[in-house]
């Protein structure tokens, strides 16, 4: 009996502590409960507030208006333009293919168009609006808007598209907008970029002001449900547009210029200002339409430009890498000088040079006599060159062309300068693994063998020799146009390259006279005009090396030759002579001989160039009226 007591106060005693224990717990876990409560319901419940409101309420960019872009004289050359575009929600309209087809009866639809649809469609929630064509003509839209009821899905928005009133006149230095690529997305961290349809540069001065041209983006406050479709549009802050930019480029030159090069297969042309490296004119040919870029290409129409020989998309101003041939003199008249070389000094042509067991040879093959420096350049003597380089050396040579701008970038405001080649002993060994040749250093002197420069570096080693030896730096932007103001783009006058005025004016004169001269090589191309003649160079660069059979045989002229293998035709010029303002340099690609062919283009640029400009005009009798319908 007793024991059966003591048992039951065992199983009481461990009943009744289980009890306490299970009771505190439910006591503590209550206790928790009601102060998480209390700390979501009371202490942060201003933050779950605004948790929650942003999940209903997103906030969305907006595509600011991108900045145009105007001439010297505010003439507008890339704007902005009404684009009506289709898009179609795959939601409302159930069975899009069908949809489609039917819209094919009203817009052209190309298969392409599709494919890209599909993808579209797959990627996207079945709610979000996917576009199917840009631009459409009013009337397009109009005949869309009638058969709407047989269109569920479909719809017409309003957005902009860049346009470029004059087209592949200013391609090259425009440059165009495309779609952003992943690679964009990668190294710009703008969220902007990631708004559907929005078009960034790419190339040209769209690219090189990108930003500035971007804007900055507006927001949208939109009410969206808990699959993210847009419900209402509570708040609307429109973005900051683009800042205009304006260029140094003078629209109805380019034109001019463009025109004026269409003659030829591939050519190029560069127009400055001496003063500040203004650029005027920049001509490329051929060129092409920047417009379609903003649209998409086809595969087509990209592979028609990337696969063609004349390469359109290169601005052969900036990236053809030509040799110079004689336009190269005037780096090793000066480097003579400074080396203490009397530009008195004679040395005889007799229409060769000999330097070792070989035969180097002036274009004249009867040579030229007796010849100084002046007469060198006028008559453009290879052997007067061949002695000087041989005495000077090739690292003289190529220190003062650098400093003319030659074999380094000048700098220029757009991508996609080359920086051409001025070689030396240690480039030559780095390169190719071999020693410098002397015979190296005599074609060198006449812009041939390893030399390479492009036209635009031609054009400011001109502009540096007639400015006197002020270091002008080319440049197409003008100004940015800010809401605080104007900003120019040049600030301060060019430094001076060290040249003695006395060296630049020996080789000045000469290039006067390689015009104006009756022994000029470039008598053929003079300005008549009072007060607008022109100065300058020819250069003619071989692309070839012409045999010992075919130099006995005579064999040897461009217009025996295929296209591919003629030489190339320079020129470099200025003018008014006696007060340079202007400069230009001409390339025609395989045009033949730079006097007959290049000169007279320049000659032409640089009389349009001062008939545009008004501090050349001198009334209704002055000499810009005498020019009539010339330029």
């Given amino acids: 009996m007793e024991r059966s007591r003591n048992e039951e106060q065992t199983r009481y005693s461990s009943f009744s502590r289980r009890s306490l224990l299970l009771g505190g717990g439910m006591l503590l876990g209550l206790g928790t409960l009601v102060g998480r409560l209390y700390q979501l319901q009371v202490v942060e419940a201003e933050r779950y507030r605004l948790l929650a409101e942003n999940n209903r309420i997103s906030m969305r960019l907006l595509a600011p208006p991108r900045g145009e872009i105007i001439d010297r004289q505010g003439i507008p050359v890339a704007i902005n333009r009404q684009n009506y575009q289709v898009l179609l929600v795959a939601e409302q309209a159930r069975n899009y293919r069908q949809v489609l087809d039917r819209l094919g009866g009203i817009v052209e639809i190309t298969e392409a168009d599709r494919e890209r649809i599909d993808r579209d469609v797959s990627r996207v929630r079945s709610f979000v609006p996917v576009r199917v064509r840009d631009n459409l003509s009013w009337d397009q839209v109009s005949r869309i808007a009638v058969n709407a009821p047989e269109l569920p899905g479909i719809s017409i928005e309003v957005g902009e598209t860049r346009h470029y009133p004059f087209g592949a006149v200013l391609s090259h230095i425009l440059g165009y907008v495309a779609a952003v690529s992943e690679r964009d997305l ?86 400055l200002d001496v003063t500040n490296g203004d650029v005027l004119a920049m001509a490329s040919v051929p060129s092409y339409d920047p417009e379609p870029f903003g649209r998409g290409l086809t595969a087509a129409q990209w592979r028609a430009l990337t696969e063609d020989p004349l ?23 000066l480097a003579a000088m400074e080396q203490g070389i009397d530009p008195g000094e004679r040395v005889f042509c007799p229409g060769y040079y000999e330097l070792g067991n070989h035969r180097f040879h002036c274009w004249s093959r009867g040579g030229h006599g007796h010849m100084n420096l002046q007469d060198s350049l006028i008559q453009s003597c290879d052997v007067y060159y061949y002695d000087v380089a041989r005495r000077l050396g090739i690292e003289r040579i190529a220190a003062m062309a650098r400093r003319l701008g030659m074999g380094v970038p000048v700098g220029i405001d757009l991508p996609g300068e080359r920086e051409g080649l001025v070689p030396t002993e240690d480039w030559k060994l780095a390169t190719i693994g071999e020693r410098w040749q002397g015979g190296e250093t005599l074609i060198s002197a006449i812009g041939q063998g390893f030399m390479l420069s492009t036209p635009l570096q031609l054009a400011v080693m001109t502009a540096r020799l007639v400015n006197g030896g002020r270091a002008v730096v080319p440049h197409v932007t003008r100004a940015i146009h800010r809401p605080g103001g104007i900003e120019p783009t040049v600030k301060a006058p060019p430094p001076s390259l060290g040249i003695p005025e006395r060296h630049l004016d020996i080789v000045v004169e000469a290039m006067e006279e390689v015009v104006l001269g009756r022994r000029g090589t470039a008598r053929g191309a003079r300005i008549d005009l009072p007060g607008l003649e022109m100065g300058g160079k020819t250069g003619t660069s071989q692309v070839r090396r012409i045999s010992a059979a075919e130099r006995a045989a005579g064999v040897f002229r461009n217009e025996d030759l295929p296209w591919h293998r003629r030489d190339h035709a320079l020129f470099v010029g200025f003018a008014p002579v006696g007060r340079p303002r202007y400069a230009c340099a001409v390339v025609v690609a395989h045009g033949g001989g730079g006097s007959a062919v290049a000169a007279p283009i320049a000659r032409d640029l640089l009389i349009e160039t001062q008939r545009r400009d008004p501090a050349s005009r001198e009334g209704p009798s002055g000499p810009i009226a005498a020019l009539g319908g010339q330029g």
């Fill in 311 to 333: 390469n359109p998309l290169s601005n052969k101003c900036i990236a053809g890498a030509y040799a110079p041939g004689s336009t190269f003199k005037m780096v090793v008249a």
């Fill in 186 to 271: 990668i190294e710009q961290n703008d969220p902007l970029l990631q708004l559907p349809g929005l078009r960034i540069g790419k190339s040209g001065i769209e690219r090189t002001h990108d930003e500035t041209l971007r804007g900055a983006a507006g927001t949208s406050q939109v009410e969206v449900n808990a699959v993210g479709r847009v419900m209402q549009e509570l708040t609307r802050e429109e973005g900051q547009p683009g800042h205009m930019v304006e260029l140094t480029v003078d629209t109805m030159l380019q034109n001019y210029a463009q025109q004026r090069l269409m003659g030829e297969r591939s050519a190029s042309a560069v127009v």
